[in-house]
C-alpha cells in the first residue's frame, strides 16, 4: 500500500487527494489526473455526474472476513452497457476491485502475470484463452469502452487511456482481463458473492436521479431512471422507440400493437425473492417461431439487486435474472446441461418479436432483437435462459416459477387466468414415476414386516418435552429433569434434542438414572450447525437435531440427568436447547388401513404426475429429445 497524496490541481490549483496507492482522482473542474511520483499526467476520463447507485466512496462492508473501504470506482461504459469497478481498500493490505452492475457484484483479484503478457491475450480474437499458468479458459465476453468516468479515487495498473475487457469461464473459475493500454492489462480471478454478503454500510441514500431525454419524434421530454445501465426506452408520449448506443440516440420505429393491458403499471413497486423493486419496463412479446406463444415481461429495478425480469404467460409467472454464474458457453448447443447438481431439459427455441413496450430497459434491446435467439432449459421450479445476440454473444438468466399466490398479494388487478402447466411450474408431485411405484412397494413390503415381527402394540408416551437455558455465565451446565415411571418389563426410549445453533455446537452428556436402585444408563451425543457462502453458493454442515436411543430399559422409577456443552464464542454459542423424552416406540394399530393408505399415496400421485408432465411437454418440440 502506498502512501497517500494530497496534491494540487496543475489546471485550477484545488487540491486533488489520492488515497494509499491510489493513483488517478478527478478534480471539481472536471480534469482527471493520474499520478506517478510527484507528477500528475491529465487522463482523458470524465466525472460521474448525478449518481444514484447504492455504492459511494467512503461505503464500507466486509467480503470472507475482509473488511474493505471504497475509495472510488470507474465507471466504465461499453457499447450498449455500462459496468462499475470499485477500488476497495482492504484490512489485509491489498488493493480489490468491485465490479458492480445489473445487480451482479464480482469481488476481482489481480493474478500475479506480466502486463505485456496479459496485454497480447488482447491481439487475439480466439475462442479460448489460456494463462501463463497453463489454466485454459473459454472466452465468454469482449467489450471495448466507449467512455470512462471516475467518481473519487481509484487504483489502475498504469497511466490508462482505454478500459477493455476479456471475460471468461471454466467449470469452477472465471476471470476477466483489463486492458487499460496497448501493453499494460490485468487479470483478476472473480468471485461471485450476494449483495447482502458484503454487509455495506454507509451507503448512499440519494434517491435515483433520472437523466433527461429528448424524443426525436415529438420532442417530448422522457426521464431515463436507470441510464446508463438502461440503452434504451421508449418515449411516454408518441411511444416511439429509442436507443442509446455507442453515444448514438438512435430511433426504432412504433409500436405493432396498441393499448396493451398489463397487470402492473411503470413505478409500481414488486417484492421479489427478496428483493424490492419498482417496475420500469414494460413488454409484449410473441415467439415468431412458434406463432403461438405471447407474454408479457415486466422489467423491474432496484438498486441493490439490479434488473429482474418478471414474465407471464397463460397466467403464469416466471422470474429471471442475468448472472455470471453459467453454464459453459459450449453447453448451450445441448439438450441437456448438468449444471449446479441439477440437469436443465432444453424446453424451447425461439425467436421474438417485441410487439409492445413501455418505458425504459437495460441494454440495446430494440435494435436487432428480433435476431437474438433464445432458449429455454427447465428442472422446475428452476429455469435458465440463455440469449445469444447478432455477435453471437450469449447472456444467461436463471430464473424460477413464481407461484400466482405471491403476485396477487401484490396487486388489486385482476390477474390472467391460470391456463395448462408453464414450462418451470414444479409438479405437485416432486418425484419421478418410479421412484413413486418402487416407494410404494417398499412401503408396503416394511409395513407387512414390521407388523409380523412386533406383533405388539407401542405406547409412544412422551415424558416430557421441555426447553432449557444457559446461564450466562455457565458454558457447560448440569440439568435434571423430573422424575418418571417406566412401566413395561423392558422397552425403549428415545430423547430427541435440537438447539437453534448457527456457525456453532453443542454437546450432551446424558445419563438415566434409576432412583430406587441407582443403575445408571449414560450415552453422549454432540450437534453442530455451520453455513456460509462459496464461489457465491450456499453450504451449509451438520444437523441442528439428534436421537439419542435407550433400549431394554426394565421398569422403574427414573430420572435424567442432561450435561450441556456449548461453544464459548460469545456472539455464537447457543443459549436455549429442546429436548424431548418418547417412551415405547408405537407401531400400525390396523395393518389393512395403513396398506391401504401406503398405496393410495403413489397411486394418486402416479396418475397426478402423469397429467403434470404430459401436459407441461405439450407445448415443447424437444418433449423426446433424449429423454
Ligand atoms: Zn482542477
Ligand atoms: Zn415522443
Known amino acids: 500500500m502506498g502512501i497517500s497524496k494530497l496534491a494540487t490541481c496543475p ?168 486492458a487499460y493500454s496497448e501493453t499494460v492489462a490485468v487479470a483478476f480471478a472473480c468471485y461471485e ?49 429509442h436507443s442509446y448506443t455507442g453515444g448514438q440516440l438512435a430511433t426504432h420505429g412504433g409500436q405493432h400493437t396498441h393499448d396493451h393491458e398489463f397487470c402492473f403499471d411503470i413505478g409500481e413497486r414488486i417484492s421479489l425473492e427478496g428483493g424490492d423493486y419498482q417496475v420500469v419496463g414494460l413488454a409484449y412479446k410473441y415467439d415468431t417461431d412458434s406463432r403461438t406463444d405471447y407474454w408479457h415481461e415486466y422489467t423491474l429495478y432496484s438498486r441493490l439487486h439490479g434488473f429482474m425480469f418478471l414474465t407471464e404467460s397463460d397466467g403464469h409467472w416466471t422470474s429471471l435474472k442475468e448472472t455470471r454464474h453459467t453454464p459453459r458457453p459450449g453447453d ?112 408396503l413390503l416394511l409395513a407387512m414386516l414390521v407388523q409380523i415381527l412386533t406383533g405388539s402394540m407401542h405406547s409412544n408416551r412422551v415424558i416430557f418435552d421441555s426447553n432449557y437455558n444457559f446461564s450466562d455465565s455457565l458454558n457447560t451446565q448440569l440439568f435434571i429433569s423430573e422424575k418418571f415411571e417406566l412401566e413395561k418389563q423392558s422397552s425403549n426410549l428415545e430423547l430427541d434434542f435440537k438447539a437453534p445453533l448457527e456457525n456453532t455446537w453443542l454437546e450432551l452428556g446424558v445419563t438415566l438414572v434409576n432412583a430406587v436402585n441407582g443403575s445408571e444408563y449414560s450415552a ?24 439419542i436411543h435407550f433400549t431394554k430399559i426394565p421398569a422403574g422409577t427414573y430420572f435424567l440427568q442432561m450435561t450441556a456443552s456449548r461453544d464459548s464464542n460469545m456472539y455464537t454459542r447457543a443459549g436455549i436447547f429442546t429436548t424431548k423424552l418418547v417412551y415405547d416406540a408405537t407401531t400400525y394399530r390396523n395393518i389393512w388401513i395403513v396398506v391401504i393408505l401406503i398405496l393410495l399415496g403413489p397411486l394418486v400421485m402416479g396418475i397426478m404426475r402423469y397429467y403434470t408432465e404430459n401436459a407441461r411437454w405439450g407445448n415443447s418440440e424437444f418433449a423426446n429429445s433424449s429423454k
Open 11 to 178: 489546471s485550477c490549483g484545488k487540491p486533488v487527494y489520492f488515497q494509499g496507492a491510489n493513483n488517478v482522482a478527478g478534480c471539481g473542474c472536471e480534469k482527471v489526473w493520474y499520478r506517478s511520483g510527484d507528477e500528475l499526467k491529465e487522463v482523458k476520463m470524465e466525472l460521474v455526474r448525478g449518481s444514484s447507485d447504492i455504492i459511494q466512496p467512503g461505503t464500507s462492508g466486509s467480503w470472507k472476513a475482509i473488511a474493505f473501504i471504497v475509495t472510488g470506482r470507474l465507471r466504465v461504459l461499453f457499447e450498449d452497457q455500462a459496468y462499475n469497478y470499485w477500488t476497495l481498500d482492504c484490512n489485509d493490505g491489498f488493493t480489490r476491485h468491485l465490479a458492480e452492475g445489473y445487480g451482479m457484484y464480482t469481488i476481482c483479484e489481480a493474478l500475479p502475470f506480466k502486463d505485456a503478457t496479459i496485454a497480447r491475450k488482447f491481439k487475439a480474437d480466439a475462442q479460448g484463452l489460456t494463462l501463463p499458468d497453463d489454466r485454459e479458459f473459454s472466452v465468454t465476453a469482449r467489450n471495448e469502452s466507449r467512455l470512462i468516468e471516475v467518481e473519487g479515487n481509484v487504483f489502475v495498473q498504469g497511466l490508462p487511456d482505454r478500459f477493455n475487457s476479456i471475460e471468461a469461464v471454466t467449470d469452477a473459475e472465471r476471470v476477466e482481463l483489463v
Open 332 to 443: 448451450s448447443r445441448l439438450h441437456r446441461i448438468a449444471f449446479d447438481n441439477q440437469q436443465f431439459r432444453r424446453y424451447s427455441k425461439y425467436h421474438y418479436r417485441m410487439l409492445y413496450a413501455l418505458g425504459e430497459f437495460p441494454g440495446d434491446v430494440f435494435s436487432r432483437h428480433e435476431d437474438i435467439e433464445s432458449m429455454d432449459y427447465i428442472a422446475p421450479p428452476e429455469i435458465l435462459s440463455v440469449e445469444k445476440d447478432h455477435k453471437k454473444r450469449l447472456t444467461w438468466f436463471r430464473g424460477k416459477y413464481v407461484p400466482r399466490g405471491v403476485i396477487a398479494a401484490q396487486t388489486h388487478n385482476l390477474l390472467p387466468q391460470t391456463v395448462g402447466i408453464a414450462p418451470a411450474q414444479p409438479p405437485r408431485v416432486n418425484v419421478s414415476t418410479e421412484t413413486i411405484v418402487k416407494s410404494g412397494g417398499i412401503a
Open 524 to 547: 453422549e451425543q454432540g450437534i453442530e450447525f455451520y453455513s456460509g457462502y462459496e464461489d457465491g453458493e450456499r453450504w451449509t454442515e451438520g444437523d441442528r437435531e439428534e436421537t
Open 193 to 241: 458473492v450476494e449483495p447482502e454478503l458484503l454487509f455495506l454500510s454507509n451507503v448512499r441514500e440519494a434517491e435515483p436521479e433520472a437523466k433527461l431525454f429528448t424524443c426525436r419524434n415529438c420532442h417530448a421530454e422522457n426521464h431515463i431512471l436507470t441510464y446508463p445501465y438502461s440503452h434504451s426506452w421508449v418515449c411516454a408520449k408518441c411511444e416511439t422507440r
